[in-house]
């Protein structure tokens, strides 16, 4: 009888203690969610600015669209925009953080929030857009074909039996393997690789968006674009997480206000003019986020 006498306070203090780290636990829990809560309930603007950055993917190694110059710094027409979104949403152009993706990555840096944008010559296609959320566009493009002028390429029917080489994740590589699937394709993750792939004769012609190879081909005698446009008219936009609509009416408000000063043009002045001359800029430009 002493025994479970001695016994009943003994339950009665862990009751108790179990019932206080339950309510602490559940204390826990309860500010924990909150701050959660709280956490989700910022807008992503809100976030960004927070944050004092916004992360843009870019390309590295897509002169001159993305890529990073002799002393380490990103240049290139969709750097120059990217740095005027960054200016115009947290006061400094130098807030834009780049975050080097190559074609194949685009889409996964947004949906694992490694970027807020990108502004990677982002082709607009019916596929992408179950994946992300573009934005208005800046830029007209289409594919080309490049070869050697010893052996041009001047129809894709010419480049059956032969191998046509492609950036992954481009839609070079999503038409021609939906179009011409008899056409042997020679892939590769990096813009570098496809060029040193038909300089070396691996391969007899690259198809990619014709901005990049017409670039590539003046300034690397020896090679022709004799493909100027292959699969009709498509468009670059910036483009965001799927449903992210706060950061995506941004962009598109952005991209009218920029209109009308006719900033694009200036980005391709600054930035492209030097390749294409003026020739090309009606033929490339988007005023407004909107075709004409």
Same mark, same amino acid.
């Given at each position: 009888?002493?025994?479970?006498?001695?016994?009943?306070?003994?339950?009665?203090? $862990?009751?108790?203690?179990?019932?206080?780290?339950?309510?602490?636990? *559940?204390?826990?829990?309860?500010?924990?969610?909150? !701050?959660?809560?709280?956490?989700? *309930?910022?807008?992503?603007?809100?976030?960004?600015?927070?944050?004092?950055?916004?992360?843009? %993917? /870019?390309? %590295? =190694?897509?002169?001159?669209?993305?890529? /990073?110059?002799?002393?380490?710094?990103? +240049?290139?027409?969709?750097?120059?925009?990217?740095?005027?979104?960054?200016?115009?949403?947290? %006061? =400094?152009? *130098?807030?834009?953080?780049?975050?080097?993706?190559?074609? #194949?990555?685009?889409?996964?840096?947004?949906?694992?929030?490694?970027?807020?944008?990108?502004? $990677?010559?982002?082709?607009?296609?019916?596929?992408?857009?179950?994946?992300?959320?573009? $934005? !208005?566009?800046?830029?007209?493009?289409?594919?080309?074909? /490049?070869?050697?002028?010893?052996?041009?390429?001047?129809?894709?029917?010419?480049? &059956?039996?032969?191998?046509?080489?492609?950036?992954?994740?481009?839609?070079?590589?999503?038409?021609?393997?939906?179009?011409?699937?008899?056409?042997? +394709?020679?892939?590769?993750?990096?813009?570098?690789?496809?060029?040193?792939?038909?300089?070396?004769?691996?391969?007899?012609?690259?198809?990619? =968006?014709?901005?990049?190879?017409?670039?590539?081909?003046?300034? !690397?005698?020896?090679?022709?674009?004799?493909?100027?446009?292959?699969? %009709?008219?498509?468009?670059? #936009?910036?483009?965001?997480? &799927?449903?992210? &609509?706060?950061?995506?009416?941004?962009? !598109?408000?952005?991209?009218?206000?920029?209109?009308?000063?006719?900033?694009?043009?200036?980005?391709?002045?600054?930035?492209?003019?030097?390749?294409?001359?003026?020739?090309?800029?009606? *033929?490339?430009?988007?005023?407004?986020?909107?075709?004409?």
């Amino acid at each position: 009888m002493k025994k479970f006498k001695k016994i009943i306070p003994l339950v009665v203090i $862990a009751t108790l203690a179990l019932g206080l780290f339950a309510g602490c636990k *559940s204390e826990s829990t309860d500010t924990s969610a909150k !701050n959660s809560n709280e956490t989700n *309930s910022k807008s992503t603007i809100e976030e960004i600015k927070e944050r004092g950055k916004i992360r843009i %993917g /870019v390309f %590295g =190694d897509k002169n001159p669209f993305g890529y /990073v110059d002799e002393n380490g710094v990103n +240049q290139g027409f969709d750097v120059y925009i990217a740095r005027r979104f960054a200016k115009d949403l947290l %006061g =400094d152009e *130098s807030k834009a953080e780049f975050v080097l993706v190559d074609a #194949a990555s685009r889409v996964a840096y947004l949906e694992s929030n490694k970027v807020d944008i990108i502004m $990677a010559n982002f082709t607009v296609t019916e596929e992408r857009k179950q994946k992300v959320d573009f $934005a !208005n566009p800046y830029m007209k493009v289409s594919l080309g074909i /490049v070869s050697t002028e010893s052996a041009p390429i001047t129809s894709v029917e010419q480049l &059956k039996g032969k191998k046509a080489i492609v950036a992954k994740g481009t839609t070079a590589e999503t038409y021609l393997t939906k179009n011409y699937p008899e056409i042997e +394709q020679l892939k590769f993750e990096q813009y570098t690789e496809i060029f040193e792939a038909l300089k070396d004769g691996r391969g007899d012609a690259i198809v990619n =968006d014709n901005t990049e190879v017409i670039a590539w081909a003046k300034q !690397n005698p020896g090679f022709i674009v004799g493909v100027t446009s292959l699969g %009709g008219q498509d468009t670059i #936009a910036p483009a965001v997480k &799927k449903g992210n &609509k706060e950061l995506l009416d941004w962009i !598109n408000d952005e991209l009218a206000e920029l209109g009308k000063e006719k900033f694009i043009s200036k980005a391709y002045d600054e930035t492209l003019a030097h390749v294409y001359g003026d020739e090309y800029k009606e *033929s490339l430009v988007i005023e407004g986020g909107k075709l004409e």
